[in-house]
């Protein structure tokens, strides 16, 4: 699924170049649920954010699905996210002034294909939100808003999902609702890449990841 | 990206934000409003001018020649002119100039009292040539125009203007009988055409025409004209004809080099180019006064959309991180602009059309509709849109979406 070499991020900051990330090297398979930890400045998010195309290594390939993503255009990555990854924020991000379906058809709009108001009911309902689809965002509760999040992230069928701190927003019981989804999600084949500091969601993962100054490595796996 | 898709949901952005999409509309409305406003108010008023003078010349196609100087302008009559232009003049200038088709001859009086049975007034007296009508280009409503044979033996016929018409005879048929125009019998032989407002918004039409011989012998007893009217063959050789013209007419009145004439020429096609010109050069101010203000509404969209663009920096970066290209974003951003200034601009034709309805009303002139300036009204807010939305856009599009995503 992803298969990750040598990828190194350089920074410049004030004429100084920084490294964010370091000769990372690993492969993730499809349908694994993996963790990344690590402090904050620790580059994880400048991985996820390679990760996700949103941004391209330094040096270093990215492959994803066999296609090599590392260095490509803007609309080529655009592409990729819109057919392949689904991201999930810490502050859930849905769109003021826009309801729990409209937030969820989002991703259709951009994904070159019709925007079917049936698939985005039912993915809603999957997270169990049909009776939430007229709400607007800030109707919704914390839980509420991730679970549409979600909902958007599985709109256009993304092989891979990327969450980042997906729960370090939500109360407990919130967050192992949102966790419990994931879960699902991962058990359908879908393959999970996360950011947590929680070691509650970190226990969901098979493999966790360990990113230090830049620097990545195996920290476990588990059966 | 699925363009109708995107149209829907920038509609969507904009009804959802009714009061910041109104502030920026009201910009280019108020433009679009004042530029309708303008320019069928400016048409109309250069249509109407247009139409008074030739209510009043007939045609343009022709000189004027009146005796006196120059400087004697105003309105001639038979006892304020000198009496330099004679009927041999319109004879010579008829015969001896090539460039001039017919001459008409004119004599003409305001202070004649007009009577029938107990009716009367002191509708203008025009003692004209046979070939009035044919000059002019006037029609008579009822009956006929005196013939050439009226005019040789100095026949006593009258043919009413439309306002002479209704004031003497209200409510009977005028045709065939006996007014008294100063003491002398007329029959009436026929009745014109109205031929509407003059350039000052007065009537052309309280006139009674009568042969300029009959005038002359019969009534006036002068043996000079107030006016010649010489028509052109070619329409734009008027200053050629003017030149003509001034050299017989010296010749002939004998007067010394370096001496001033004693008749003034004019050529109502270059006065009315000239009138056409300014009226023209004062529509082009105005148009641009306009465009400036539709200008300023474009500039009012580009700075709410820029700030817009730093507001919305976290909508931005999840559009990108659900598949939104740079392109998408835009797209989206730049439609946005065009669409609000789009509607701001069909707002402002309405305004502009009910604003030109009450301003004609108002200065009395006919309602008027430019397809062309509200096609242009048109055309104008959306590339208003796109112009005042690109940098806007461009920025929205040039959003790193890591950035946004992270405020």
Not at chain 2, 69 to 73: E, L, P, T
Not at chain 2, 82 to 85: A, C, E, M, R, T
């Given at each position: 699924m992803i298969a990750i070499d040598k990828i190194s991020k350089t920074f410049s900051r004030d004429g100084a170049s920084v490294t964010a990330l370091r000769d990372a090297c690993f492969n993730i398979a499809a349908g694994d649920f993996v963790v990344i930890r690590g402090v904050s400045g620790s580059g994880k998010s400048t991985l996820l954010n390679i990760l996700g195309c949103l941004d391209s290594p330094t040096t270093g390939t990215y492959l994803l699905d066999g296609a090599d993503v590392s260095h490509q255009s803007d609309a080529e990555l655009s592409k990729v996210r819109s057919q392949k990854i689904g991201f999930i924020f810490q502050s859930f991000n849905l769109l003021p002034r826009t309801t729990a379906i409209e937030n969820v058809e989002l991703p259709m709009i951009y994904a070159g294909r019709a925007v079917s108001r049936s698939r985005a009911v039912q993915v809603l309902a999957r997270v169990g939100l049909s009776h939430r689809e007229r709400h607007f965002a800030t109707e919704l509760s914390g839980g509420e808003q991730q679970r549409v999040a979600i909902a958007r992230s599985l709109i256009n069928d993304p092989a891979l999902i990327l969450a980042d701190e997906?729960?370090?927003?939500?109360?407990e019981a919130a967050g192992e609702a949102v966790m419990k989804i994931l879960h699902g999600l991962n058990e359908e084949g879908r393959t999970i890449v996360l950011v947590t500091h929680d070691d509650a969601v970190a226990a969901h993962a098979r493999r966790i990841l360990l990113i230090r100054d830049g620097v990545l490595r195996e920290s476990e796996v588990r059966a | 990206m699925n363009l109708l898709r995107l149209f829907h949901a920038v509609v969507r952005t904009l009804t959802r934000n009714k009061v910041r999409a109104i502030l920026m509309m009201a910009g280019v409305t108020i433009g679009i409003a004042s530029l309708t406003i303008l320019t069928s108010i400016g048409e109309s008023t250069r249509r109407e001018t247009m139409k008074r003078f030739k209510n009043m010349l007939g045609t343009f196609d022709t000189v004027i020649i009146r005796p006196g100087?120059?400087?004697?302008?105003g309105m001639v009559t038979l006892t304020n002119v000198?009496?330099?232009?004679k009927f041999d003049d319109a004879t010579a200038i008829a015969t001896q100039i090539?460039?001039?088709?017919q001459v008409a001859e004119i004599q003409n009086a305001f202070d004649i009292d007009v009577k029938y049975q107990d009716r009367s007034g002191t509708p203008a007296i025009f003692g004209v040539s046979s070939n009035w009508l044919e000059l002019r280009g006037d029609e008579v409503a009822e009956g006929e125009f005196f013939s050439e044979d009226d005019a040789r033996s100095m026949a006593r016929v009258a043919i009413l203007g439309a306002e002479a018409q209704k004031l003497l005879f209200p409510d009977e048929d005028s045709i065939g009988k006996t007014i008294r125009i100063g003491d002398v019998p007329f029959v009436v032989r026929g009745v014109m055409v109205a031929r509407g407002a003059g350039p000052a918004g007065g009537?052309?039409?309280n006139l009674i025409f009568i042969p300029v011989t009959t005038a002359s012998?019969?009534?006036?007893?002068?043996?000079?004209?107030?006016m010649l009217i010489a028509q052109l063959k070619d329409p734009t050789k008027g200053q050629v004809a003017i030149d003509q013209i001034q050299t017989l007419l010296r010749g002939r009145h004998h007067i010394a080099q370096g001496a001033l004439d004693d008749f003034n020429l004019t050529n109502p096609g270059a006065v009315m180019a000239q009138v056409n010109q300014l009226g023209s050069t004062l529509r082009t101010l105005l148009l641009v006064v306009a465009i400036l203000a539709t200008g300023i509404g474009g500039i009012v969209i580009m700075s709410v959309t820029l700030i817009g663009v730093s507001e919305r920096r976290k909508e931005i970066g999840v559009r990108r991180a659900v598949g939104a290209s740079r392109n998408a974003i835009l797209a989206q951003f730049l439609l946005e602009a065009v669409l609000l200034s789009f509607a701001g601009g069909m707002a402002g034709i309405l305004i502009g059309v009910a604003g030109t309805q009450i301003v004609a009303q108002l200065q009395h002139l006919p309602f008027l509709l430019l397809p062309m300036a509200i096609l242009a009204a048109t055309m104008l807010s959306i590339v208003l849109g796109l112009l005042f939305g690109v940098y806007p856009a461009w920025k929205a599009a040039m959003t790193d979406p890591i950035d946004a995503l992270r405020d």
């Open positions: 997906p729960t370090g927003n939500l109360d | 100087s120059s400087k004697n302008r000198v009496p330099s232009l090539p460039e001039v088709r009537s052309l039409d012998k019969r009534l006036f007893n002068r043996d000079f004209l107030t």
